[in-house]
C-alpha cells in the first residue's frame, strides 16, 4: 500500500442536489403562498399523495369530515364568512359528485371555492374501460357547475394553473373553481416552482355611465338600492351612498347586515315592498335584484334600474337603463360623489315605516320569537347560519342582521341541508366568534353525522333543530295544493339532544323562545359543540311565505 504524499488531496463529496418537488408539493407550496391556512378533506387512493404532502410540509390546517359533501359545505362556509377563497379536495368521480350539491351553491352564491380532486392514471383517461373512480367526462360535468375548471397532466402545469385558479375564483364575479391532477401524476417531481397570486383584474369605472346614473337620480325622488352579495365587501361605499341619497338600502339574503337593520336606511325585503310602488330609480349593487323580477309583482311606472356590478352579463340580463360595469365598491363611491349634496333627512319617516312593518309580519307565529331569542343571545358580531325550513324562511326578514357575511345563506339554490356542514366551515374561519346553524329536523338529518366532525376539531357550533315530524315547507305546500293530500313528508326522527349527547356534543331541549335564551347561554358557556333540540308543531302562525311573495294586493 502506498502512502499519501503532502499533497495529496483527500476526495469530498459533491453535494446532492434536493429532490424536485412532486405535483403534490407544488400544489402544497401553491396554496401556502395564496395565503390558504385551512383545507377541507377526505382523502382517499387517489389523492394519497396530496394528503401526504399537507402531512409532511405542515403549515396548513387539515379538517375531515364523515362525508364529501361535507367538506365541500366547509368550504363554502369558510368563503362566505371570509370572503376569501374556501379549499376543500375529494377523490374524483363519486368524490366530486358527492361534492357537487355545495359546488352548486357556491355557484347561486356567487361565493370562491377551490376543489382539490385527482382522476384515474393518464393512460387509462378517455378509454372507458371502467377504471376505479372513472367518470365519462369529469371535466365536462365539472364545466356545467364551475366558473373554471381544468386538468393537468404534468407537474410543471400545476404552478400554473393553480394560481389561474386562485384567480378566477376570486376575480370578476367569484365562483367555484376546481383543479384535477391525475393519480398517477401527483407522486411525479419536476424541477418547477410555485408560483404566487396573480393580479385580479379590476374594471375601470366608466365616467359616462356616472354621469348618466347621475341624471337619472337628480331627478328621482323615491330611489331604493337593493344589495346582494356581491356588496359585502363595499358596506362603507353603499352606505355613504344611501346616506347621500336617503334611500332604503333592500338585500333579500346575501346583502343582508351591508347596512345594519339598526341603521335608519337599513330595510327588510318586507319593509322593502312597502317603499316599492313609489320607488322611481332603482339602484342595484352586487345583486341579482331577485326582488324586482321575481318576487314583488307590478313593477312601479315608469321605474328606471341603474346597475352597478362586476359582472358584464349581468347589464343584458337585468336590461339596466344605465350599467356600470366595476367592483361595486369603486361604482358606488364614484356614484357618491357625482350625485351632489346629501337630501333632506327621512330617518323619523322610515324608522316609523319599519316599525310598522315588524308590528304587522308578527303574524308568523313561534319562528319570530324563537329568532328574536337567538338575536338576543347571538352577540353582534355572531354569524347565524340559515337553512331551508320554516324558521329559515322567517329570517331572511325576522332576524336582525348588523354587519357583512354574518348572516349565512345558499342563496337561490335553496339547498336543503346545507347549513349545518356550512357552520361548521364558518366556525373553522373564526374559531373565536360564536356561530348558530338553525335547520328543520328534515334538513339537519342531511349532515346529522357530523356532529362527530365538530366534536373531532372543536368546531363549537350550536345547532338549533326545530322539529315538527315533517318535511315542513312540502307537507304544506302538498296539502294546500292538492286537497288535503301529502306524500313524503313525514318523518320519524330520534330524540335530537340525546343523538348529540352521543358524539360527545352537548345535547339541550328547549320548549319556548326563553328555554332557548337559557340553552344558548349554556351551550356558548360550555365552550363545546352543542345542539339544542326545540320540538314543535307545524303550520303555527302565518307562513312566512306570505311575506316572501307578497301579492300586489298585499292581502
Not at 341624471?215 to 330611489?223: C, I
Amino acid at each position: 500500500m502506498v502512502p499519501p504524499t503532502d499533497d495529496a488531496q483527500e476526495a469530498v463529496p459533491m453535494p446532492m442536489s434536493p429532490p424536485s418537488p412532486t405535483a403534490a408539493d407544488l400544489i402544497v407550496g401553491g396554496l401556502r403562498a395564496h395565503g390558504v391556512d385551512t383545507v377541507f378533506g377526505l382523502p382517499g387512493v387517489q389523492t394519497y399523495d396530496l394528503f401526504d404532502s399537507l402531512a409532511r410540509t405542515g403549515g396548513i390546517r387539515v379538517i375531515g369530515a364523515r362525508h364529501e359533501q361535507t367538506v365541500a359545505y366547509m368550504a363554502f362556509g369558510y368563503a362566505q364568512a371570509t370572503g376569501r377563497t374556501g379549499v376543500y379536495t375529494v377523490v374524483p368521480g363519486p368524490g366530486v359528485l358527492n361534492a357537487s350539491a355545495a359546488m352548486l351553491s357556491a355557484h347561486g352564491a356567487s361565493a370562491p371555492v377551490l376543489c382539490l380532486t385527482s382522476e384515474i392514471p393518464r393512460a387509462y383517461l378517455g378509454r372507458g374501460l371502467g377504471h376505479l373512480h372513472e367518470m365519462p367526462d369529469q371535466l365536462a360535468t365539472l364545466r356545467t357547475i364551475t366558473k373554471w375548471s381544468a386538468l393537468v397532466e404534468h407537474p410543471a402545469e400545476v404552478p400554473d394553473a393553480l394560481a389561474t385558479a386562485f384567480r378566477e375564483a376570486a376575480g370578476g364575479r367569484p365562483r367555484p373553481v376546481s383543479l384535477a391532477v391525475p393519480w398517477d401524476v401527483l407522486g411525479l417531481r419536476a424541477p418547477a416552482e410555485v408560483t404566487g397570486p396573480l393580479p385580479l383584474p379590476r374594471p375601470i369605472v366608466d365616467p359616462e355611465a356616472i354621469d348618466a346614473a347621475a341624471e337619472l337620480l337628480a331627478g328621482a325622488k323615491n330611489p331604493m338600492i337593493m344589495v346582494g352579495g356581491g356588496a359585502r365587501h363595499a358596506a362603507a361605499a353603499v352606505r355613504a351612498l344611501a346616506e347621500r341619497l336617503q334611500a332604503p338600502v333592500v338585500p333579500f339574503r346575501g346583502g343582508r347586515g351591508i347596512v345594519g337593520d339598526d341603521h335608519p336606511l337599513g330595510f327588510t325585503c318586507v319593509s322593502g315592498f312597502e317603499r316599492w310602488p313609489e320607488t322611481d330609480v332603482v339602484i342595484g349593487i352586487g345583486s341579482r335584484m331577485e326582488l324586482s323580477w321575481f318576487r314583488w309583482p307590478e313593477k312601479p311606472a315608469s321605474l328606471k334600474t341603474i346597475l352597478l356590478d362586476i359582472d358584464p352579463r349581468q347589464a343584458t340580463r337585468l336590461e339596466a337603463d344605465v350599467a356600470i360595469v366595476a367592483d361595486a365598491g369603486d361604482a358606488a363611491a364614484a356614484l357618491d360623489a357625482a350625485v351632489g349634496p346629501q337630501r333632506t333627512d327621512r330617518t323619523a319617516e322610515f324608522t316609523e315605516l319599519k316599525a310598522n312593518v315588524a308590528e304587522r309580519f308578527s303574524d308568523v307565529g313561534p319562528e319570530l320569537e324563537y329568532l328574536r331569542a337567538i338575536r338576543d343571545v347571538l352577540p353582534r358580531d355572531g354569524f347565524f347560519v340559515e337553512e331551508i325550513c320554516q324558521v329559515g324562511f322567517a329570517s331572511y326578514f325576522g332576524f336582525e342582521v348588523y354587519t357583512p357575511r354574518t348572516f349565512v345563506t345558499c342563496g337561490h339554490q335553496g339547498t336543503l341541508g346545507f347549513g349545518y356542514p356550512t357552520a361548521l366551515g364558518v366556525q373553522a374561519a373564526f374559531p373565536g366568534r360564536p356561530v348558530v346553524s338553525v335547520a328543520g329536523d328534515g334538513g339537519f338529518m342531511f349532515a346529522a353525522q357530523e356532529l362527530a366532525t365538530a366534536v373531532q376539531y372543536g368546531l363549537n357550533v350550536v345547532a338549533v333543530v326545530f322539529d315538527n315530524g315533517y318535511y315542513g315547507n312540502v307537507h304544506l305546500d302538498q296539502e294546500r295544493l292538492f286537497e288535503g293530500r301529502a306524500l313524503g313528508g313525514r318523518l320519524r326522527n330520534p330524540d335530537f339532544a340525546r343523538l348529540a349527547e352521543t358524539f360527545g356534543a352537548l345535547g339541550l331541549t328547549a320548549r319556548t323562545p326563553d328555554d332557548l335564551r337559557g340553552a344558548l347561554d349554556k351551550a356558548f358557556a360550555s365552550g363545546r359543540p352543542a345542539l339544542v333540540h326545540v320540538p314543535c308543531e307545524l303550520g303555527t302562525g302565518a307562513s312566512p311565505w306570505k311575506y316572501l311573495m307578497p301579492k300586489s294586493d298585499r292581502s
